[in-house]
């Protein structure tokens, strides 16, 4: 059991688990999300896991380029995250329709779109 230091009467120096580490959450970070173009494409994608769109469609909506973004949505779609089709326009993308990788995704978005506790 962790052993904690009291500073003063309001802040202790011990390990705060009130939220403990998602180690199933850690490790699609650390898998896919690899850069930050790819973190926004994933929080993107778990804030609207229903939205299809194109490369340039994407870019505009998370503030990015579509060239530098092309690339991303490719290697997301080859690992799996993405499921990409043809339209006659070009490329669309869209959340894989796989039920484990959807809710990795959705709840990376909802983890780090919930409010924090602010510390004292």
């Known amino acids: 059991?962790?052993?904690?230091?009291?500073l003063s009467s309001s802040r202790?120096?011990?390990?705060?688990?009130s939220s403990e580490i998602d180690i199933?959450?850690?490790?699609?970070?650390?898998?896919?999300?690899?850069?930050?173009?790819r973190w926004d494409v994933l929080l993107f994608f778990g804030r609207h896991p229903r939205m299809r769109?194109?490369?340039?469609?994407?870019?505009?909506?998370?503030?990015?380029?579509?060239?530098?973004l092309a690339k991303e949505l490719a290697d997301l779609a080859y690992l799996g995250i993405l499921h990409v089709h043809?339209?006659?326009?070009?490329m669309v993308y869209q959340?894989?329709?796989?039920?484990a990788?959807?809710?990795?995704?959705?709840?990376?978005a909802q983890?780090?779109?919930r409010p924090r506790a602010a510390n004292n």
């Open 1 to 6: 059991m962790p052993c904690s230091r009291t």
């Open 12 to 17: 202790t120096i011990a390990p705060d688990f």
């Open 95 to 99: 959340l894989a329709r796989v039920p």
């Open 111 to 113: 983890h780090f779109d």
């Open 53 to 68: 769109d194109n490369a340039s469609g994407i870019a505009k909506q998370i503030g990015r380029r579509p060239q530098s």
């Open 86 to 90: 043809e339209n006659g326009k070009g």
């Open 101 to 108: 990788t959807r809710r990795a995704v959705i709840r990376l």
């Open 24 to 37: 199933e959450l850690l490790a699609f970070i650390e898998r896919y999300a690899t850069n930050l173009a």
